[in-house]
């Protein structure tokens, strides 16, 4: 069992970053891989990035490629996503997901934090 607590978003402007972080609970945190979803306002949940449990196989969607950065401290049990080069586009609500699957499918991840808003304004 994990639990995930998100922290880190606010108000930005485009062209700005920002540092997501999510603290997990749960001893067996370094094996699973995670990831970051986002939900725009009025859309569905997306996939933004994922690592495996270690970090070193990572996967991005082809929107934030280049921008953001996902990486992960086992010894401290995070997750985090730093996102560069913002875009209006990019303001959702930011999830972060646990699983035993490094893929970019909503349903194959078991865990979810509760969320947290970035807004990028112009």
């Known amino acids: 069992q994990v639990q995930l607590v998100e922290s880190g978003g606010g108000l930005v402007q485009a062209g700005g970053s920002l540092r997501l972080s999510c603290a997990a609970s749960?001893?067996?945190?370094?094996?699973?891989?995670m990831a970051w979803f986002r939900q725009p306002p009025g859309k569905e949940r997306e996939f933004v990035a994922a690592c495996n449990w270690s970090g070193g196989r990572l996967l991005y969607a082809d929107s934030v490629k280049g921008r953001f950065t996902i990486s992960r401290d086992n010894a401290k049990n995070m997750v985090y996503l730093q996102m560069n080069s913002l875009k209006i586009e990019d303001t959702a609500v930011y999830y972060c997901?646990?699983?035993?699957?490094?893929?970019?499918?909503?349903?194959?991840?078991?865990?979810w934090g509760q969320g947290t808003q970035v807004t990028v304004s112009s």
């Open positions: 749960g001893r067996t945190f370094s094996s699973y891989a």
């Open positions: 997901a646990g699983g035993r699957s490094l893929v970019a499918v909503t349903t194959s991840w078991n865990y």
